[in-house]
T-cell receptor, first 112, second 119 residues
Framework: SQQGEEDPQALSIQEGENATMNCSYK?????LQWYRQNSGRGLVHLIL?????REKHSGRLRVTLDTSKKSSSLLITASRAADTASYFC????????????FGKGITLSVRP | GAVVSQHPSRVICKSGTSVKIECRSL??????MFWYRQFPKQSLMLMAT?????????EQGVEKDKFLINHASLTLSTLTVTSAHPEDSSFYIC???????????????FGSGTQLSVL
């Protein structure tokens, strides 16, 4: 079964607004990561949060992790048209050298 | 940051031919590379894990004789789609984990993907 499930599946917002994307997973994890994919391109790593962390920031990104609920959220503040992309959460069950399991992704559209 | 180069970016071939896709880590060594397949508006499906100097580990349901993987050096892994058919048309992406020189080798660095179209 899919380890990471994001919601919503699609999100459309106005430039300047905040975008919140959620991810739920089923098994215990070592860390959870968020990636971004522009159409027809590879993925770019955005941020990693470990199982013993609850919140992390990187620029306009804020990610939270609730291991009791097996869920994570990615917040993009002050969105820009250039943030338009698909966003994936990925779970790492055991740490370095283990494979990541990706969710189905969220398509974010930021209207200028 | 680390760069993974994937070539070609797009290939169109006739049914029955074989296609080779290369994945190179340009400024770091990668003992482990991963190959994914992605359908339009879908998630990444892990096909196999490629380990330098040893046989690749394939995910359940992936034919190893159909998708040949070679990881002959610490900077190069190749995926060959043998006797390609229209149902093999898809977007193929590789990724690599860095070894040494980076604070963490937990995150993946991705190639830009290869769009394969089999006529």
């Amino acid at each position: 079964s899919q380890q990471g499930e994001e919601d919503p599946q699609a999100l459309s917002i106005q430039e300047g607004e905040n975008a919140t994307m959620n991810c739920s997973y089923k098994t215990s994890i070592n860390n959870l990561q968020w990636y971004r994919q522009n159409s027809g391109r590879g993925l770019v790593h955005l941020i990693l949060i470990r199982s013993n962390e609850r919140e992390k920031h990187s620029g306009r990104l804020r990610v939270t992790l609730d291991t009791s609920k097996k869920s994570s959220s990615l917040l993009i503040t002050a969105s820009r048209a250039a943030d338009t992309a698909s966003y994936f959460c990925a779970t790492d069950r055991t740490g370095a050298n283990s494979k990541l399991t990706f969710g189905k992704g969220i398509t974010l559209s930021v209207r200028p | 940051g680390a760069v993974v180069s994937q070539h070609p970016s797009r290939v169109i071939c006739k049914s029955g031919t074989s296609v080779k896709i290369e994945c190179r880590s340009l400024d770091f060594q990668a003992t482990t590379m991963f190959w994914y397949r992605q359908f339009p508006k879908q998630s990444l499906m892990l096909m196999a894990t490629s380990n330098e100097g040893s046989k690749a580990t394939y995910e359940q349901g992936v034919e190893k004789d159909k998708f040949l993987i070679n990881h002959a050096s610490l900077t190069l892994s190749t995926l060959t789609v043998t006797s390609a058919h229209p149902e093999d048309s898809s977007f193929y992406i590789c990724s690599a984990r860095a070894v040494g020189g980076y604070a963490t080798n937990e995150k993946l660095f991705f190639g830009s993907g290869t769009q394969l179209s089999v006529l």
